[in-house]
């Protein structure tokens, strides 16, 4: 079951993260149900409706509370929206390095 990234309080995670745009499960069940079958720690979010910087403060907290060990991002190719949390990866490694 998804979780709201943003809605989830910063210490309500496990080691294994998969962040995904929120539309992926309505447009490829499919890809959806092999990353259920991967974790059940799948959060979503919209970058239409979210800002960009508000999504890295977000992960960045949940990182300094947290052991995550692995964060992964699904997103719908080369739609305008998802496209942005590709540069979510960069900005981390650089809140992080």
Do not use: W
Not at 63 to 86: S, W, Y
Request: charge should be negative; proline fraction near 2%.
């Amino acid at each position: 079951m998804k979780k709201n990234l943003l809605k989830t309080n910063c210490f309500d995670v496990d080691r294994k993260m998969i962040i995904i745009g929120s539309c992926l499960e309505n447009m490829f069940p499919n890809i959806y149900q092999k990353l259920e079958q991967e974790s059940t720690n799948i959060y979503e979010v919209c970058l239409e409706e979210t800002h960009l910087n508000m999504l890295i403060t977000k992960i960045a907290g949940m990182l300094a509370r947290n052991d995550i060990e692995e964060i992964k991002f699904v997103t719908i190719d080369k739609f305008p929206h998802c496209v942005q949390l590709h540069y979510v990866v960069k900005e981390l490694e650089n809140i992080m390095d």
